[in-house]
């Protein structure tokens, strides 16, 4: 599988957004990675609908969005006329019935459907979701921010949904350059990374970093 790897904006200076998202985009990004959170189910407030709005317009990218809201449903339409590309629910905010009506809704509208995790949630309880969804993002620290370290328990995890689910597995949170082989080798094949990349000097040779750490 393709190695995909999606800078997370939460890490972004978002006085200058266009420009940092232009920066990652001359750099080999594949995806954009944009975190909505409401301070709900997350301890953190981000962005919402208005703001990809305008990102859209910028890049050229596709938007990864990942929501962190505890309605998702709520909000859903908004995110599919914001313009975005790949939208992921939380099983912990979201039903496995809801999960499938999510999948119709963008389906139609030519949007990929994610599920996502957190560290402590266990596959069995995304498992009735895996048919309906186009990805998996599995979470490697408790969301809310960036720049937290990576939770290596996350690998068997990985290696284990490897086994029963053949679509994208996404990995959000501590990623870098030292933990991306043993991520790809345990079977993901997009990585999102917020700190490290926006955090690095060279942003091309980080980004390319991640997405040749495969192990021999
Ligand atoms: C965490 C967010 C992540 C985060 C990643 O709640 O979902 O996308 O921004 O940032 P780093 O790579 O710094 O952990
Ligand atoms: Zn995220």
């Known amino acids: 599988m393709k190695i995909k790897v999606a800078p997370s904006i939460l890490s972004a200076d978002f006085s200058r957004l266009a420009e940092e998202i232009k920066k990652v985009e001359s750099a080999g990004a594949d995806l954009l990675h944009i975190d909505i959170m409401d301070g709900h189910f997350v301890p953190n407030i981000t962005i919402g609908p208005v703001v990809v709005k305008y990102i859209r317009k910028v890049t050229a990218l596709p938007l990864d969005v990942h929501l962190m809201i505890a309605d998702p449903g709520k909000y859903m339409d908004d995110f599919i006329r914001a313009g975005s590309d790949m939208i992921t629910v939380h099983i912990e905010t979201a039903s496995t019935a809801e999960i499938a009506v999510f999948k119709k809704k ?84 997009i990585l999102a990374a917020g700190s490290y990349i926006f955090g690095a000097k060279n942003v091309k040779s980080a980004i390319e970093r991640i997405r040749n750490a495969r192990r021999e």
């Open 106 to 189: 963008l389906s139609k509208a030519g949007i990929k459907l994610g599920v996502s995790l957190n560290p402590d949630t266990p596959l069995s309880k995304i498992k009735g979701a895996l048919k309906f969804v186009d990805f998996v993002l599995v979470m490697s620290v408790f969301p809310g921010f960036s720049g937290q370290k990576f939770i290596p328990s996350v690998l068997p995890k990985i290696k284990k949904l490897r086994s029963m689910f053949n679509g994208d597995i996404s990995v959000d949170g501590g990623v870098s350059d030292k933990v991306a082989g043993a991520l790809i080798a345990a079977g993901a094949n």
